[in-house]
């Protein structure tokens, strides 16, 4: 059985930094993508970043320059350190594994989600 579970989030002033951990197991693709969304109260899910296999990197356009994605292939673990941090990105923040089994068989895994808020 396949679980992703996240942790790391809490309470921080803004311009702070926190440093969130996502924790997969089971039986994942060697070729994937790892990927951390966020979600705000009353608004849309949206990218934050994501890592691939090989390295490869994507950030939102809103966390440029101030948050960065990294892995450990070998423990199936990728973080994501969260630097001047504003009101603005507090939400809860959602780790996703992707990948294919085969050219027919999809997988795609999400956690239950780690709270991130940021308030003076």
């Known amino acids: 059985q396949v679980q992703v579970v996240e942790s790391g989030g809490g309470l921080v002033q803004p311009g702070g930094s926190l440093r969130l951990s996502c924790a997969a197991s089971?039986?994942?693709?060697?070729?994937?993508?790892m990927a951390w969304y966020r979600q705000a109260p009353g608004k849309e899910r949206e990218l934050v970043a994501a890592i691939t296999s090989g390295g490869g990197t994507n950030y939102g356009d809103s966390v440029k320059g101030r948050f960065t994605i990294s892995r450990d292939n070998a423990k199936n673990m990728v973080y994501l350190e969260v630097n001047n941090l504003k009101p603005e990105d507090t939400a809860v923040y959602y780790c996703q594994v992707r990948g294919y089994y085969n050219s027919f068989q999809k997988f795609e895994v999400w956690g239950q989600g780690t709270l991130v808020t940021v308030s003076s």
């Open positions: 089971g039986s994942i693709p060697t070729m994937n993508t």
